[in-house]
């Protein structure tokens, strides 16, 4: 039998004490911003039929990265590639007794079988928000984007790190539909084609309408929607969408959210999911340039499952991309163990003492490490070093019959003679 590896598979992370350290920071920042919102944490489980999916998941996601298989009972299911359609069944099933609005939120593992490569694997962690059933979908529009603004700033973060584009479908779908009299089945190719125009050549994006059967006279006009912005949508408030926008804009400069969002038609995100405002965070390094998270309003998800709706808007930040923007910008590094003692043993017999004494300073709040076996007294002190450990206590027969401990401090090198209650 062929030796097995020891490496995780591909795509996936192992998480050792350290990274669990670093996670556990950045997690305890999105718990500590997300309930200051009135947000509640929700979960669920890992697996879901397939249908759930094919429901309300991008064909991509569904055709090509979806973990999926047959359980024992013949049933098609699925590891969760997103959260927001079990969200949004989770909603449907609680709908009647939860009180609206409903804000909820989760960072749930999710899966997708795509090629692996900076900020992207094929497991991570992804941060979810989700507001149902606003009474003013402007205003809950509003408190999402403030609230992503406001996890960033969570870690430090200014508006000179990250920048925060936004659009709105109803605005894409009149320029397109409208405007240039497209035909609705080459809206949503037309669109992915907005999306690549600032990554390609300007003879190849002129080539990809082209093909598309996009006219000169009309690529002009999509042209000037693209590089007017918000001027256009001032000079055809009848536009559907536009006064939204413009309004939306307004109310963020009010709030001091002006230098951190800005309106950009080219935001586009999944085409046949998200029915008004959508918005994407770019983090703004030049080591680093490229997508963070994004979000937007999807008010026909809960719908699917009965007769009842809610209007919902949301956001997912995955734990990739967000580790390679606090590291890139220095603004969350590894974080050191928290364990404050080691107890050292001269004698192994004194090990009960050591276990009773340990016992007594976590009930004081301390955190403390027992040595496992009375190894050479500098060995014990060496393996405190390497555990990033602050103070030892040497326990030998003398403190334990006066119940007066050596402590050292190993930064220093000073020991203090110390009662239980002076440690």
């Known amino acids: 039998m062929a030796q097995l590896s020891t490496q995780p598979?591909?795509?996936?992370?192992?998480?050792?004490?350290?990274?669990?350290?670093?996670?556990?920071?950045?997690?305890?920042?999105?718990?500590?911003?997300?309930?200051?919102?009135?947000?509640?944490?929700?979960?669920?489980?890992?697996?879901?039929?397939?249908?759930?999916?094919?429901?309300?998941?991008?064909?991509?996601?569904?055709?090509?990265?979806?973990?999926?298989?047959?359980?024992?009972?013949?049933?098609?299911?699925?590891?969760?590639?997103?959260?927001?359609?079990?969200?949004?069944?989770?909603?449907?099933?609680?709908?009647?007794?939860?009180?609206?609005p409903i804000r909820w939120y989760s960072i749930p593992n999710v899966w997708r079988y795509e090629q692996p490569g900076k900020g992207r694997l094929r497991e991570h962690w992804q941060l979810n928000c989700d507001i149902f059933?606003?009474?003013?979908?402007?205003?809950?529009?509003?408190?999402?984007?403030?609230?992503?603004?406001?996890?960033?700033?969570?870690?430090?973060?200014?508006?000179?790190?990250?920048?925060?584009?936004?659009?709105?479908?109803a605005i894409l779908n009149g320029v397109l539909g409208d405007e240039l009299?497209?035909?609705?089945?080459?809206?949503?190719?037309?669109?992915?084609?907005?999306?690549?125009?600032?990554?390609?050549?300007?003879e190849a994006y002129a080539a990809m309408l082209e093909a598309e059967g996009v006219s000169a006279g009309q690529r002009a006009n999509l042209d000037l929607f693209l590089n007017d912005k918000i001027d256009y949508l001032k000079a055809r408030p009848q536009l559907g969408g536009a006064s939204y926008i413009v309004e939306l804009m307004q109310a963020l400069e009010n709030l001091g959210l002006g230098n951190y969002i800005e309106y950009d038609p080219a935001v586009v995100r999944g085409f046949d999911y998200y029915t008004g405002m959508v918005f994407e965070v770019f983090d703004t390094h030049p080591e680093n340039r490229r997508s963070l998270f994004g979000g937007g309003r999807y008010n026909n998800l809960v719908g699917a499952f009965g007769k009842e709706t809610l209007n919902a808007v949301g956001f997912g930040m995955g734990d990739v991309t967000l580790e390679d923007f606090l590291r890139t910008h220095r603004l969350l590094n590894d974080q050191p163990?928290?364990?404050?003692?080691?107890?050292?043993?001269?004698?192994?017999?004194?090990?009960?003492?050591?276990?009773?004494?340990?016992?007594?300073?976590?009930?004081?709040?301390?955190?403390?490490?027992?040595?496992?076996?009375?190894?050479?007294?500098?060995?014990?002190?060496q393996e405190a070093e390497k555990k990033q450990i602050a103070r030892v206590i040497i326990l030998g027969e003398d403190e334990v019959a006066s119940s007066v401990y050596s402590v050292k401090t190993l930064a220093t090198g000073e020991q203090q003679k110390l009662t239980l209650e002076q440690i």
């Open 337 to 381: 163990r928290q364990v404050e003692l080691y107890i050292a043993l001269l004698d192994e017999k004194l090990a009960a003492h050591a276990l009773k004494l340990a016992s007594q300073l976590r009930q004081r709040g301390k955190t403390c490490e027992v040595s496992l076996g009375a190894a050479k007294l500098g060995k014990q002190i």
């Open 181 to 202: 009299q497209l035909p609705q089945d080459k809206w949503a190719n037309v669109a992915r084609m907005m999306d690549k125009r600032a990554k390609v050549k300007p």
């Open 9 to 100: 598979y591909k795509g996936t992370r192992d998480f050792f004490p350290e990274d669990m350290r670093f996670r556990e920071a950045m997690f305890s920042v999105m718990h500590r911003v997300v309930r200051s919102y009135g947000f509640d944490q929700i979960d669920a489980p890992i697996v879901e039929p397939v249908d759930l999916y094919l429901a309300k998941t991008s064909e991509e996601i569904v055709g090509q990265q979806i973990y999926s298989f047959k359980d024992r009972g013949d049933r098609l299911v699925a590891i969760r590639p997103e959260m927001t359609p079990t969200v949004a069944r989770m909603v449907a099933q609680r709908f009647q007794q939860t009180p609206k």
């Open 133 to 169: 059933g606003a009474a003013s979908e402007q205003l809950a529009d509003l408190e999402l984007l403030q609230l992503a603004v406001d996890l960033l700033r969570g870690y430090g973060a200014s508006d000179a790190h990250f920048k925060i584009y936004l659009s709105h479908r």
